[in-house]
DNA sequence: TAGGCCATCTGGTCCT
DNA sequence: AGGACCAGATGGCCTA
């Protein structure tokens, strides 16, 4: 498992059952190119030429999107439109005006999709987890389950901060125990104090947490 | 080959 | 009426 080790956090990887390292591996492991799969038609990316197949070997109906000027790849579709119908809505219009409208309607939907893929991208764009070309980007959902724990774990060291803030600042004691380790994603260790250790180390960082501060250099140093 | 992931089509529903 | 959103269905690609 070792597109893990950009996370370095168990924590972090702490996605819902079904979705944990196993599944996140997967979609972790199968290589950043993609392959052609996930490139869209229009996009700059080549089409496989098998749904170009099956849009050929399917009824004839979908083969595309003049409205936006591209030959729309066609996986899928439901058995009415694949036996060459047109079920339900736009009722009471012609054929062909029924077909312009459908197409019309997928062409909108195809576009809803990719605006919410490439809102995907950019989530994926600011999640730390390994970005190598030799790793294949994160599933759609282990993109969102992250991105869940990647806030959680924010918050977590954003409150830690606080309350060490607070502490230094006012001497007040807090009884809440403070995490670990603020350096779950195997990035540089970010310290408050810019690479010093926390004033009245480290009398003030035992008595602040119990223990060695995550947010203090000098107790981190320390082997 | 099975399972996971994905793109696309489609019809229904809700909103403007 | 038209558009956005959603969920179901379908089939292709890839990996174990």
Do not use: W
């Amino acid at each position: 498992m070792a597109e893990l080790k950009s996370l370095g956090s168990e924590a972090y990887l702490a996605l819902a059952p079904g979705y944990g390292p196993s599944a996140f591996a997967y979609g972790a492991v199968r290589g950043a190119a993609e392959g052609p799969r996930g490139a869209y038609p229009g996009r700059g990316a080549d089409f496989h030429a098998g749904a170009l197949g099956k849009s050929a070997e399917s009824s004839g109906e979908q083969s595309g999107d003049e409205e936006d000027g591209f030959e729309a790849g066609v996986k899928g579709g439901s058995g009415f439109e694949r036996e060459g119908k047109l079920k339900g809505g736009a009722l009471g219009k012609k054929p062909k005006e029924q077909r312009s409208l459908r197409l019309s309607i997928n062409a909108r939907e195809r576009r809803r999709m990719h605006d919410l893929n490439d809102a995907l991208d950019g989530l994926r764009s600011v999640i730390p987890y390994a970005h190598s070309p030799s790793v294949r980007k994160l599933s759609k959902i282990a993109t969102l389950l992250l991105a869940k724990n990647y806030i959680l774990m924010q918050a977590q060291a954003l409150e830690e901060m606080r309350r060490l803030v607070a502490y230094l600042n006012q001497g007040q004691a807090l009884s809440a125990p403070l995490p670990a380790t603020l350096n779950p994603f195997g990035q540089s260790p970010v310290y408050p104090f810019g690479g010093a250790a926390v004033p009245g180390c480290p009398e003030k960082c035992t008595a602040f947490t119990g223990a060695a501060s995550a947010l203090c250099k000098h107790c981190n140093d320390k082997p």
